[in-house]
């Protein structure tokens, strides 16, 4: 009876045991499993938030920084241009430097740390503004809210969408797109509304935004109605660094009809239909000035 019992015991003992491991084991696969849908999930916008709220240090935010940025770079390395040779399109639709404040000298890049949220005493970008003395986002001409739209063409790595009144968080809706042709990345903030998703492509012209008041101090009333606009230098290294591009501003093409993005929905499309007449004019424009930029890159051998 007593070798029965002690039988039955050690059985049950091993069975416990064996289903203790199978459940250390299948907990190990299925976190394995998280971890790396984290890894490959993780992005740019993810990082943005990671570095907000200080949850690295400013040097493991730069390495996460250039392992995101690393594939960007090397798929369209053969785009890139001298920057002598980039010539954009005015951010705001039906604008020009004259919109820009401060005539330029709103710049202020010093102490600049993408990857230390702790340093925030510069601006290293230029503000845009629109005529909106009734804080309503429209442009007091013509009671219109204003399209924002893309410099140049490039890829869409992040976005902000759904900013709240009371959010502490500065940018409000923002967008960021990788340019292909400076090899950078363009920062767009306190739109009123994002017309553009993570990951997408988009062209020169492209309507990415409408100028808002989204932001901390964007939606204050001292603050006049405008869009926030930087744009960073990656070297070699994929080291960001702001860069003054108010020569490139002044130099802008202005487009007075947005393109429609690629991939917005009929229904958007529909809804931007009578704007959209000159849309292959800016195409074949864009399409010709690549040309004359190829032309002239096959002269200079840049
Ligand atoms: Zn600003």
């Excluded at 007593?2 to 299948?26: D, G, H, Q």
């Excluded at 940025?69 to 954009?88: G, I, T």
Aim: proline share 2%; charged share 25%.
């Amino acid at each position: 009876m007593y070798y029965i019992c002690l039988n039955k015991f050690t059985f049950i003992t091993v069975l416990n045991k064996l289903l203790l491991l199978s459940c250390l084991l299948l907990l190990t696969i299925s976190c394995q499993a998280q971890s790396e849908k984290n890894n490959s999930a993780y992005d740019f916008r993810d990082l943005l938030v990671d570095i907000r709220e200080e949850k690295l240090s400013p040097e493991m935010a730069g390495e996460k920084f250039k392992s995101i940025l690393k594939p960007l770079r090397q798929k369209y390395a053969d785009q890139m241009l001298d920057s002598s040779e980039v010539q954009l399109i005015f951010p705001l639709k039906s604008k020009n430097y004259r919109a820009v404040g401060g005539k330029g000298k709103g710049f202020y890049a010093r102490q600049f740390n993408l990857f230390d949220h702790s340093i925030s005493k510069s601006h290293p970008a230029h503000d845009i503004f629109i005529y909106d003395l009734n804080r309503d986002c429209k442009d007091d001409n013509d009671n219109q809210y204003v399209d924002v739209v893309a410099v140049n063409s490039g890829e869409v790595i992040a976005v902000e969408n759904n900013w709240q009144e009371g959010d502490a968080y500065k940018g409000g809706n923002y967008v960021w797109f990788y340019d292909y042709q400076t090899g950078g990345l363009w920062y767009y903030a306190h739109l009123r509304e994002v017309y553009v998703s993570m990951g997408q492509k988009i062209h020169a012209g492209d309507k990415i935004g409408e100028v808002g008041r989204t932001g901390f101090n964007a939606l204050t009333n001292r603050s006049d109605t405008h869009l926030h606009l930087m744009h960073l230098s990656l070297d070699t290294d994929l080291n960001p660094r702001p860069i003054n591009h108010y020569e490139w501003l002044k130099s802008a093409q202005t487009v007075y009809t947005a393109q429609i993005p690629e991939n917005r929905s009929v229904k958007d499309v529909e809804v931007f239909k009578l704007q959209s007449k000159s849309l292959n004019d800016i195409k074949l424009a864009g399409k010709n000035r690549s040309k004359d930029i190829a032309r002239k890159t096959l002269r200079t051998g840049k």
